[in-house]
């Protein structure tokens, strides 16, 4: 049953997460960005993109499918957990190889490989599994665990940062601070994730061995949610690492600046999702109908919100620029172009939600992947003609054509489709 009030806890649970990790990355951004400066910052900001698009396909979704099985039935988690950390095993070996072949054809400029092994290492490896862990909790709507593990990683670097700033303000290094800090990003990425694991075991039990026939089905099952997650990462990170391919790496700093505060703005809109999330799919077994009549509520809200963080973004930005330092001046202005994301942004989340909460999940993927694609051709164009505005027009742009693509397929679909559900295994999903 849908109750509002437990939602309003578990948002407030997951806000209260997301809000000490928002926390903890703006104190590792201001410590990152003042001590190493805009164009290392850009760099690093880069090499975290192609990291990113690399790794939407560590797991190939199973930390979604995961959210979906132990919600509809609590009693699946070991085999669901047990499948996930599988598909986990097997593609992210592979994924880091593909992210270093890629930085090594298309390598930034002045950024050493040590560097790039390291923030593949965090963030392909180590990150992936303690994301992946956090989502065990969602499926038991257990949010305040869940906002937990999500802070965790971030309170591990947080302290890396301090012994960065510590290390780099009194003792000499032969290794390059943009080299030390990707070494400081995976040593706490790695704790992460061992503690993740740990407190997985203690509290939910251990993961059983998935039969084959799961890992076949969650990886046909998930492949739309890793797509999805491509276009995306198209979408939201790719700009960054073509800014430094094709402007330089002192508007890729700025840009990313001003990105990461609107970012930051969004993760109250990101906590309400989150926490709605397993009712979504709960409900959605019933078919489209439920989860669009679920999400309409919340679209006043969200909306209202966004508009609010915007303003606030908008004429705030001298202030957060000073946080920066001086080499951050023109964040001003990036920050004042990308206020508005939030804002544009609601709409195709709240549409998203619906649609893959439903068992619509590739019809969500289509939209996304072509809004990443548009995002991707538009930047091509744009960025050398004029730069980091071009950037930020070409995302306003890409946003708003997902949201259209999403609207027309989501008013297409008959109101009373149901999804399909097939057993994981041992009949371990609701009939």
Same mark, same amino acid.
């Given at each position: 049953?849908?109750?509002?009030?437990?939602l309003?806890?578990?948002?407030?649970?997951?806000?209260?997460?997301?809000g000490?990790?928002?926390?903890?990355?703006?104190?590792?951004?201001?410590i990152?960005?003042?001590? =190493?400066?805009v164009?290392?910052?850009?760099a690093?900001?880069?090499?975290?993109a192609?990291?990113?698009?690399?790794?939407?396909?560590?797991?190939?979704?199973?930390?979604?499918?995961?959210?979906?099985?132990?919600a509809?039935?609590?009693?699946?988690?070991p085999?669901?957990?047990?499948?996930?950390?599988?598909?986990?095993?097997?593609?992210?070996?592979?994924?880091?190889l593909?992210?270093?072949v890629l930085?090594?054809?298309?390598?930034?400029?002045?950024?050493p490989?040590?560097?790039?092994?390291?923030v593949?290492?965090?963030?392909?490896?180590?990150?992936?599994t303690a994301?992946?862990?956090?989502?065990?909790?969602r499926?038991?709507?257990?949010?305040?665990r869940?906002?937990?593990?999500?802070?965790?990683?971030?309170?591990f670097?947080?302290?890396?940062?301090?012994?960065?700033?510590?290390w780099?303000?009194?003792?000499?290094?032969?290794?390059?601070?943009?080299?030390?800090?990707?070494?400081?990003?995976?040593g706490?990425?790695?704790?992460?994730?061992?503690?993740?694991?740990?407190?997985?075991?203690?509290?939910l039990?251990?993961?059983?061995?998935?039969?084959?026939?799961?890992?076949?089905?969650?990886?046909f099952?998930?492949l739309p949610f890793?797509?999805?997650?491509?276009?995306?990462?198209?979408?939201?990170?790719?700009?960054?690492?073509?800014?430094?391919?094709?402007?330089?790496?002192?508007?890729a700093?700025?840009?990313?600046?001003?990105?990461?505060f609107?970012?930051?703005?969004?993760?109250?809109?990101?906590?309400?999702?989150?926490?709605?999330?397993?009712?979504?799919?709960?409900?959605?077994?019933?078919?489209?109908?439920?989860t669009?009549?679920?999400?309409?509520?919340?679209?006043?809200?969200?909306?209202?919100?966004?508009?609010?963080?915007?303003?606030?973004?908008?004429?705030?930005?001298?202030?957060?620029?000073?946080?920066?330092?001086?080499?951050?001046?023109?964040?001003?202005?990036?920050?004042?172009?990308?206020?508005?994301?939030?804002?544009?942004?609601?709409?195709?989340?709240?549409?998203?939600?619906a649609?893959?909460?439903?068992?619509r999940q590739?019809?969500a993927m289509?939209?996304?992947?072509?809004?990443?694609?548009?995002?991707?051709?538009?930047?091509?164009?744009?960025?050398?003609?004029?730069g980091?505005?071009?950037?930020?027009?070409?995302?306003?742009a890409?946003?708003?054509?997902?949201?259209?693509?999403? =609207?027309?397929?989501?008013?297409?679909?008959?109101?009373?489709?149901?999804?399909?559900i097939?057993?994981?295994?041992?009949?371990?999903?609701?009939?």
């Amino acid at each position: 049953m849908w109750q509002p009030g437990r939602l309003a806890g578990d948002t407030a649970r997951m806000g209260l997460g997301l809000g000490l990790r928002a926390l903890g990355q703006a104190l590792i951004f201001i410590i990152f960005a003042r001590t =190493l400066g805009v164009e290392d910052y850009g760099a690093f900001t880069a090499l975290i993109a192609l990291a990113c698009f690399v790794g939407c396909f560590a797991g190939f979704g199973g930390h979604v499918l995961i959210v979906r099985d132990v919600a509809r039935e609590p009693s699946s988690f070991p085999q669901a957990w047990g499948a996930t950390l599988a598909l986990l095993g097997l593609s992210t070996p592979l994924l880091m190889l593909v992210y270093l072949v890629l930085a090594w054809t298309l390598p930034i400029p002045s950024v050493p490989y040590s560097a790039v092994v390291a923030v593949g290492l965090g963030e392909l490896i180590f990150g992936t599994t303690a994301n992946a862990a956090s989502y065990a909790y969602r499926g038991f709507q257990r949010m305040g665990r869940a906002a937990r593990l999500q802070s965790t990683p971030v309170f591990f670097r947080l302290v890396a940062a301090a012994g960065f700033l510590l290390w780099s303000t009194t003792q000499p290094s032969v290794e390059p601070p943009l080299v030390l800090w990707s070494y400081c990003y995976a040593g706490a990425s790695l704790v992460a994730a061992m503690y993740a694991l740990r407190l997985i075991q203690q509290d939910l039990g251990k993961p059983s061995m998935p039969a084959r026939s799961l890992l076949q089905k969650w990886f046909f099952d998930g492949l739309p949610f890793s797509i999805w997650g491509v276009g995306e990462s198209l979408y939201g990170d790719a700009d960054k690492f073509m800014l430094a391919r094709m402007d330089s790496l002192t508007h890729a700093g700025s840009y990313a600046a001003g990105y990461r505060f609107s970012g930051m703005a969004f993760l109250p809109l990101h906590a309400l999702l989150n926490a709605a999330a397993p009712r979504l799919f709960h409900i959605g077994i019933r078919g489209l109908q439920g989860t669009r009549r679920a999400v309409l509520p919340l679209a006043p809200w969200t909306l209202g919100y966004a508009l609010a963080v915007g303003s606030a973004l908008f004429l705030g930005a001298p202030w957060m620029a000073r946080l920066l330092g001086g080499d951050y001046s023109h964040t001003i202005v990036t920050t004042r172009w990308l206020a508005w994301l939030p804002l544009a942004t609601t709409p195709r989340l709240l549409m998203q939600y619906a649609l893959a909460t439903s068992g619509r999940q590739g019809t969500a993927m289509v939209a996304v992947v072509l809004g990443g694609g548009l995002n991707i051709l538009l930047n091509c164009y744009w960025i050398p003609v004029w730069g980091w505005q071009g950037a930020a027009l070409a995302t306003y742009a890409a946003e708003a054509g997902m949201a259209v693509t999403m =609207l027309v397929l989501l008013l297409n679909i008959p109101a009373n489709a149901t999804e399909r559900i097939q057993p994981t295994g041992a009949d371990q999903c609701l009939p």
